[in-house]
């Protein structure tokens, strides 16, 4: 069976896949980086493993409660991502699990996709989210209705 690494470098779906999944990662970066630093900063902490360390606190607990709760974080949200089940149901176990990498945001979650990608198994997943039975899907648009037509067309 081929890695997803050789499958990556033929599937423009699998590319796109991949170039969500990490806009939506910068996205949440910001969204928890910022503000956790900004208070951290204000109240007079500046040591960089203490902010590295409340950094990653932040960031699993913003990611494993958005995904329990909506099946995503504002990143995949605004990249039509999804967090979904391989089988059976979408658990805060299972979410807490493919967040742990999270903790270390700077170098374990880039070292999470690098071995999901040099495993055999769905290109698409992580190393933990094939751990935590877990997979990330592009949610489509759903089709318009049957039979309206579009009012400007008239």
Do not use: C
């Not at 599937?11 to 980086?33: E, I, N």
């Not at 500046?46 to 709760?69: K, N, Q, R, W």
């Not at 699990?97 to 071995?115: E, G, S, T, V």
């Amino acid at each position: 069976m081929a890695s997803g690494f050789e499958v990556l470098g033929h599937s423009r779906a699998l590319q796109m896949h991949w170039a969500r999944r990490f806009g939506a990662y910068v996205v949440d970066a910001l969204v928890v980086l910022v503000p956790t630093w900004s208070i951290l900063l204000l109240l007079g902490e500046s040591g960089a493993i203490f902010l590295a360390i409340a950094s990653g606190v932040v960031f699993v607990l913003y990611a494993t409660a958005a995904e329990s709760i909506h099946g995503k974080t504002l990143g995949k949200y605004a990249f039509a991502l999804e967090v979904r089940p391989v089988r059976g149901a979408l658990t805060m176990r299972k979410v807490a699990a493919r967040n742990a990498p999270k903790f270390f945001w700077y170098l374990f979650p880039l070292l999470d996709a690098i071995l999901g990608l040099l495993g055999s198994g769905d290109p698409r997943q992580r190393f933990s989210d094939r751990a935590a039975g877990t997979t990330v899907v592009w949610r489509e648009a759903p089709p318009a209705p049957a039979g309206r037509a579009d009012a400007r067309a008239s």
